[in-house]
């Protein structure tokens, strides 16, 4: 059936701010399915609260809501544009949960509005447990044992009956969240009392485990004439037992025959078409490594981060087709877009197998537990393709930017230490099995322990065997070709040989042993192909061919992770666009399968390559490039910026020195005196005898951290000489080679700046300002657009440090600058001559697009006659907000306190008439449930007890009913406020975990007492607020807001001639 | 140890021995497959020629007892990018290697496989060699060009005398063995068929006097052409019985009714490859190994109807005849290996012997 023309307009449905089991993706499906559908001709309107995607650009629908992902507020847009049709399978669990309540509100019924795609019906076969469970059945489809339960005494008679291990899954939820596996009783109840209430319909599964077996997912589409297909099928390294997303993955399944591919194929056809799928889908198995029986684990029906990956490892873009299938078109109907000669109704075959690895955020998050299970805990992921396993996994390492040079940890074990290691089931695994591996343990005696697959082990086997002849033939050429066949980095084949990296590099270039490039097809070279993505592997023939065209390679940003996310994607587009329009070629480099800017279709060659020297240099010896942009895809590509400069390469934009410049500390201090702009008094230390000294001098608190890194990496504020020597024996290893920057902590207004200069004019669209002062991370507060309480004067003189300093970095290109308002003074944190967080926020407030134009400006386009002057852009009658959304529920142990590193993984956007309206819409879209009545529980240090009142005052009037430990509740009574006194932990009932575990408390607000209460005491009520779901603040400054927008929603109930309030 | 594959266009690779060492000269074809290897090496369709496999690792899951198409392999040889070194899989009894080596078939492994493929698929199928590297380039490929391959793989891979596989239920079936997959076997005696097998130049009268209630013909190698003598008798019995053809089976159908086939450039092996069923409209992903291909225009001066074609490039997938039970398909809905989206094909065979009556649907 060609496409349907009895509908117009048709509402896609976003999947919000990037958390933990919802990243980038969804970026890419939906803008996929958004080109897809304009393409067709339908009026497209996009609702989404992430601005910091590519999807809420102008030009990806044509009208673009960034609206909070409620059916209070998607309601409004429909009602405004009733669109005949809306897809709900593209926007994750976020988007399909969302259009489910709009469909059993009524909503969808009363605008007649048809859900395209995946019906209802189908939606809810899959994902109600009970329903799905019922279906298998029918189809005779085995599924573990399980049952689902309500409550914890109905999973006690459960595992009473096919006793432990057990998995406990929640309905309707993303990522796993709320579940586990438990082996007791204990552990049962404390998972399921956490996954009742993480479920939306207090519903879990609870299920025999098949720890061990092998995990194996399809990816499968069917159209509306029952048409149905194979994309790619998957397969986990780590079995099952630990979540899709947390196990490293290869395509395709490595360890099947066909009997049993073919055996779980039917099977996940069967289902697609039982379920009546349009679109993609998800079906995940599990299949005995020693006999043919089989499991269905689940459905996702809709596109996932699964359908991401098996797009960008097969070439077949899954979202892309799924949204031409909601349209009404048939497979056969549809092209393949990359061969462009054959037809969408065919299985993808591949001629070389991908790794994806997934990236954790255990490096900022020390406490955290590693271990891994049914609960994701990744915030992104990398792939990596080669031509065998090795060549495919090593360059999945070198891609995850774990500061790896090979499958080898950073930290040596042995012994007992090294098998409890790889027994441990977490984060590090596979690189302590090669570890094991290495010092001989049996292959067999490793996976009786980790039970991976003896392929892969052997598979690893042969990779150490490589680094054993490299040591024992250092000078054995034929040896060393060897290894980088199989994928080994020059920086390990120097380790191994014994050399340096330059020797290595040299002997690389004697022997020219380079890479080629081939291409993906989805055919395995079958049919002619047009489509220019390629990866690199040590063949003969290469691919891909340097274009007559002059070209300028992009370097991407690598796996999402804190600190750099998806942001860092858009400008990579924006950027890959611009050059697209200015006639060159773009050729971009990147490895993560989540995003926009690996759409093959995005640039005109994709590389799909580690970010890695060695990798990229690969690229441009074969592409030549004019030049390469390294400021658009965050800290991961400006890295490379000295070392591509050093090997001939011209970076554009701003150059490498002044780059240098503003990353240290001494330069940056001498710029900045010679600018006359003041900054925090501080200074650089190689030892920690030298950072003693330096804070001494400085004076107390101090902010210190690493230089060169990314989100605040380990920086904190220090009041104390003893946390000084804490931190450095802790956090940092400090040498010369990497020094620590102590600053003065300055308390104060933050105040950031995004700026784009081609070294003559500079313009800055818009001052933001942070509702949390100084000291929290930019990225983890909440910043307002444009500054609500800042005079002219004050706007004036930011302007003209940023201009002074845009042209004392002699910036070409993007800037972002950190300011600190302290008493009328204006200090520089940090300057970062490089795209930044906020240039999505910022280029879609006001209008300005801030990548293009910076990247116009860079390929010689002057501002000036791209119309602009140097200055402040007029502000914008909207209130915009940037409300960081945090990942908190999935990572246990996690503290939440706010500090300067940060701990989002994602943010949303509220905008409206007044700071209030946009506030509530900010934070409301980030999932916080404002409470507008009830308790709020205050749990102060002393130094915040006076600012607490205020607060504590205003929540009275608005009537709420006020909690606080002793000394706090004394202040406020003394001050006239009732208030009922909690007790600390373990001094009395109720304390206050009994008061949050009970939720008496809607509201808590905790500051840090440094070095009195012990630390654990604040975290464990931090973290029981996370778990319950209850607004929990940990700056005033964020109360402050939350408080100023309950307010605005109040109407006044005062008695007339009342008693003056209470005055404080 | 290194080994060469050398082609009759002069392109030459080396890569490592795999296999049998004794050198091999054969028509070089790829196979898309991602699994099935041991399925395909056994298939007696491949007779004569040397396998590439695109997916660059083969032998993970070793050699196992259950997965042969015949009694030995049929390719001649095998290539490989990387042929794994410790299979693993509960059913493996052997490494690719090792199998190889015991069964005599040579192989080659390591080479751009890859650059291969598309050389075949620009050039064609190529005649080639695998050798060791004493063997002189320039005098393998005068050779390679003047080898005239063998035109009597059917007979070599045919069984020679016929046999009989007992069923459960009163419908004979008589398997006409151009080099027939076990495969095909397993899906008749599935359907509780009595399954005769009998050599491919078995005269039509004595299969009729089997008394069989359907006739199956087979895949097998090579151009149906070479064994021309068969069409006469296809089309006495194709008038008294139902007749399913598969593969070569499809072909012999064909030109039995006085349509023509050709050879196709580089042919259609794998198991990915689109077909559309004309009367329902329904696409099924099939799994294919065939160099020669029924010409569509030269069905219009005969009985058969089209019923299946090709997604991607046109050509026939199936055909039926338009008032007798006969039709035939190009591609394999045994699988073994490959999607068993068309089995049901098995299931029309059974009905159409069961009842007799014209075809209702196929």
């Known amino acids: 059936m060609p496409k349907r023309n009895d509908i117009k307009s048709i509402l896609v449905v976003g999947s919000g701010p990037i958390i933990i089991g919802q990243a980038a993706e969804f970026d890419y499906a939906g803008t996929q399915a958004c080109h897809a559908l304009k393409e067709e001709g339908y009026e497209v309107i996009l609702v989404n609260s992430n601005p910091a995607t590519i999807m809420t650009d102008e030009t990806t629908a044509d009208r673009v809501y960034i609206e909070p992902l409620t059916a209070e507020f998607v309601t409004s847009v429909i009602r405004k544009e009733r669109p005949d049709g809306i897809i709900a399978t593209l926007g994750g669990q976020t988007g399909l949960n969302l259009v489910m309540e709009l469909s059993s509100q009524g909503i969808l019924e009363r605008y007649g509005i048809e859900l395209l795609g995946t019906d209802l019906e189908a939606i809810t076969k899959a994902e109600d447990r009970e329903a799905f469970r019922k279906l298998m059945n029918e189809l005779n489809e085995p599924v573990p044992e399980s049952d689902i339960v309500h409550s914890i005494d109905e999973a006690r008679n459960f595992t009473q009956r096919i006793g432990f291990p057990v998995i406990i899954r929640p309905a309707y939820t993303l990522g796993g969240t709320g579940g586990g596996m438990a082996y007791s009783d204990e552990q049962l109840e404390e998972i399921m009392a956490n996954g009742l209430y993480a479920s939306p319909v207090n519903q879990c599964l609870i299920e025999k485990s098949i720890a061990g077996f092998k995990e194996i997912e399809y990816e499968v589409m069917r159209d509306g004439s029952d048409q149905a297909i194979v994309v790619c099928n998957m397969e986990n390294i780590d079995p099952v037992g630990v979540h899709t997303g947390d196990s490293i993955v290869v395509a395709p399944s490595q360890t099947l025959a066909d009997r049993e591919y073919q055996l779980l194929r039917n099977a996940s056809l069967k289902i697609i078409r039982a379920l009546g799928i349009e679109g993609g889908c998800n079906v995940q198995c599990a299949i005995d490594p020693h006999s043919e029986q089989y499991y269905i684990i689940e459905v996702n029906p809709r596109v996932s981060r699964s359908s991401a990956l098996a797009s960008k490892a097969t070439g077949y873009p899954i979202a892309k087709l799924s949204a031409k299938i909601a349209a009404g078109y048939h497979l056969d109907e549809l092209m393949n877009p990359i061969t462009k000669n054959t037809y969408a109704s065919f299985e993808p075959a591949l001629d070389y197998i991908v790794t994806k690895w997934p990236r954790w955020p255990f490096d900022k998050f020390d406490s955290a537990n590693r271990t891994l299970g049914s609960q994701m805990k990744a915030t992104g992921e990398v792939m990596a393709i080669g031509r065998t396993f090795s060549e495919s996994l090593l360059k999945a390492v070198r891609s995850a930017e774990l500061d790896l040079i090979h499958l080898m940890p950073d930290k040596k074990l042995d012994g007992e230490d090294l098998l409890k290691k790889i027994a441990a089931q977490d984060d590090e695994r596979l690189l302590y099995v090669a570890e094991a591996i290495r010092q001989k343990h049996s292959l067999r005696e490793i996976h009786e322990i980790t039970k991976i697959d003896f392929y892969f082990l052997a598979e690893i086997a042969g990779i150490i065997e490589l680094e054993e002849a490299l040591k024992n033939n250092s000078d054995d050429d034929e040896c060393f070709r060897e290894a980088k066949q199989a994928g080994f980095s020059n920086e390990a084949a120097a380790y191994f040989t014994g050399r340096t990296l330059q020797e290595t590099e040299q002997r690389q270039e004697n022997l020219q042993a380079y890479p080629v490039f081939k291409m993906v097809d989805t055919c395995a070279g079958e049919f002619e192909s047009e489509t220019p993505y390629y990866y690199s592997t040590y063949e003969e023939e290469n691919e891909a061919e340097k274009s007559v065209t002059p070209s300028i390679l992009v370097l991407g940003s690598g796996p999402i992770r804190i600190g750099q996310g998806i942001e860092f994607d858009y400008a990579t587009v924006h950027t890959v666009r611009t050059i697209r329009e200015a006639g060159y070629e773009a050729v971009i480099i990147n490895n993560n399968p989540e995003t926009v800017s690996t759409d093959f279709e995005v640039s005109d060659k994709l590389y799909f390559e580690p970010l890695t020297i060695e990798d990229v240099m690969n690229v441009v010896r074969n592409e030549q490039p004019d030049g390469v942009l390294v400021q658009f895809g965050g800290q991961t590509a400006l890295n490379l910026a000295s070392e591509l400069e050093a090997r001939g390469v011209n970076i554009l934009g701003t150059s490498l020195k002044n780059m240098d410049a503003c990353e240290d500390r001494d330069k940056f201090e001498a710029t900045l005196s010679g600018l006359d702009i003041p900054q925090p008094l501080g200074k650089t230390a190689v030892s920690i005898e030298e950072a003693r000294k330096i804070a001494r001098d400085i004076g107390y608190p101090i902010l210190i951290r690493p230089s060169y890194v990314l989100g605040g990496r380990a920086m904190e504020i220090l009041y104390h000489e003893e946390e000084l020597l804490t931190y450095m024996e802790r956090a940092v290893r400090v040498n010369s080679k990497y020094p620590v920057l102590i600053d003065r902590y300055l308390v104060g207004q933050e105040i950031e700046v995004d700026a784009v200069s081609d070294g003559e004019t500079v313009v800055v669209p818009g001052i933001m300002e942070h509702i949390e002062r100084a000291g929290v991370h930019s990225g983890d507060s909440i910043a307002v657009y444009p500054p609500q309480h800042m005079k002219e004067s004050m706007k004036k003189r930011i302007v003209d440090y940023t201009v002074r300093l845009a042209r004392g970095f002699e910036v070409k290109g993007l800037m972002n600058i950190q300011f600190v308002i302290q008493h009328d003074d204006i200090y520089v944190l940090e300057v970062n001559p490089r795209s930044s967080r906020t240039v999505p926020f910022l280029s879609k407030i006001t209008g300005c697009n801030m990548a293009e134009t910076a990247v116009k400006a860079v390929l010689g386009e002057s501002l000036s006659s791209q119309g602009y002057s140097t200055g402040l852009l007029p502000e914008t009658d909207y209130v915009s907000v940037k409300v960081p959304v945090f990942s908190f529920q999935k990572l246990r142990s996690v503290d939440i306190t706010l500090g300067p590193e940060m701990k989002s993984t994602g943010e949303v956007m509220g905008r409206d008439e007044s700071l209030e309206k946009a506030l509530y819409k900010g934070l409301i879209a980030s999932g916080m449930d404002i409470p507008m009545h009830g308790s709020v529980l205050f749990t102060v240090a002393d130094k915040d007890k006076n600012e607490a009142l205020q607060l504590a005052s205003r929540f009275h009037r608005l009537g709420f009913d006020l909690m606080a430990t002793e000394g706090t509740a004394d202040l406020f009574r003394q001050k006239g406020l009732p208030v009922e006194t909690i007790a600390k932990l373990g001094t009395g009932k109720p304390d206050m975990l009994d008061v949050i575990s009970e939720r008496r408390a809607q509201f808590v607000v905790n500051t840090l007492t440094k070095g009195k209460q012990p630390a654990s005491d604040g975290f464990r009520i931090r973290r029981e607020a996370v778990e319950r779901g209850i607004v929990c603040n940990t700056s005033l400054d964020t109360t402050k807001a939350v408080l100023g927008v309950i307010e605005s929603m109040h109407f006044s109930t005062e008695p007339i001639r009342s008693k003056a309030p209470v005055m404080i | ?362």
């Open chain 2, 1 to 362: 140890m290194k080994r060469r594959l050398i082609l009759e266009n002069g392109v030459t690779f080396t890569g490592k021995a795999l296999g049998a060492e004794s050198p091999v000269t054969g028509e070089v074809v790829f196979n898309t497959g991602m699994t099935g290897y041991q399925e395909i090496f056994t298939d007696p369709s491949y007779k004569g020629q040397i396998v590439t496999m695109t997916y660059p690792l083969i032998g993970n899951y070793g050699i196992n007892r259950d997965d042969f198409e015949s009694v030995t392999p049929n390719v001649h040889g095998v290539i490989v990018k990387e042929a794994a070194r410790y299979p693993s899989h509960f059913r493996s009894e052997k490494s690719l290697d090792e199998w190889l080596k015991q069964t005599g078939v040579p192989g080659i492994s390591g080479i751009d496989t890859r650059k291969l493929t598309k050389i075949i698929r620009a050039f064609g199928t190529l005649k080639g060699r695998i050798c060791g590297m004493e063997e002189e380039t320039l005098e393998v490929v005068k050779e390679l060009k003047q080898t005239v391959l063998s035109n009597s793989q059917v007979e070599a891979v045919s069984t020679k005398s016929q046999f009989w596989h007992p069923g459960r239920n009163n419908h004979r079936v008589v398997l006409i063995d151009y080099g027939a997959k076990k495969g095909i076997v397993k899906d008749l005696l599935g359907r509780g068929f009595e399954v005769i097998v009998v050599p491919y130049n078995t005269p039509a009268e004595k299969i009729m006097s089997l008394s069989p209630d359907g006739i199956m013909l087979s895949n097998g190698p090579g151009n149906p052409e070479d064994i021309a003598q068969v069409l006469p008798e296809i089309k006495k019995l194709a008038e008294k019985v139902p007749v399913f053809g598969i593969c070569l089976g499809h072909q012999l159908l064909a030109l039995a009714f006085g349509a023509e086939t050709e050879k196709m450039k580089f042919g259609h092996r794998g198991g990915n490859h689109p077909v559309k069923h004309l009367v329902t409209g329904r696409v099924s992903i099939t799994s294919q190994n065939h160099s020669y291909t029924v010409k569509a225009a030269s069905l219009d001066k005969t009985p058969l109807k089209i019923t299946h074609v090709n997604v991607n490039d046109g050509s026939v997938e199936g055909l039926a005849h338009e008032n007798l039970p006969v039709f035939s398909v190009q591609y394999h809905p045994e699988a073994s290996p490959g999607p068993e989206d068309s089995k049901q094909l098995f299931d029309t065979f059974q009905q159409l012997v069961t009842e007799k009556r014209g075809i209702t649907h196929a």
